[in-house]
């Protein structure tokens, strides 16, 4: 079992970077991949990003590429998403999840934090 928490959403401008962390506990975090997903109002839930269990390996949904970065550090269970360029179409409730095996957005993620808002204002 693994329990995924997010921070670092806010309101930023347009333009701005800022950068979300999903701190992880239960469990031995090294041995998951972990996605970061998105979900605009009225919209349905998205992928952004994910990253292997080891870092080593990254992947990017088209929206996100040249513009977000996704890191991890299992020293301290965490997980980033780095955001430059921020446009207002960027804005919605930001998830992170967690999945032993493939780090490919096409297979189910198994675990899943509560969500951290981010609005972008022009």
């Known amino acids: 079992q693994v329990q995924l928490v997010e921070s670092g959403g806010g309101s930023v401008q347009a333009g701005d970077s800022t950068r979300l962390s999903c701190l992880a506990s239960?469990?031995?975090?090294?041995?998951?991949?972990v996605g970061w997903f998105r979900q605009a109002p009225g919209k349905e839930r998205e992928f952004v990003a994910s990253?292997?269990?080891?870092?080593?390996?990254?992947y990017y949904a088209d929206s996100a590429k040249g513009r977000f970065s996704i890191s991890r550090d299992n020293a301290k269970n965490t997980v980033y998403l780095q955001m430059n360029s921020l446009k207002r179409e960027d804005t919605g409730v930001y998830y992170c999840?967690?999945?032993?095996?493939?780090?490919?957005?096409?297979?189910?993620?198994?675990?899943w934090g509560q969500g951290t808002q981010v609005t972008v204002s022009s």
């Open positions: 999840a967690a999945r032993v095996g493939s780090f490919y957005p096409v297979y189910e993620w198994d675990y």
């Open positions: 239960g469990h031995t975090f090294s041995s998951y991949s």
């Open positions: 990253i292997s269990w080891s870092g080593d390996s990254t």
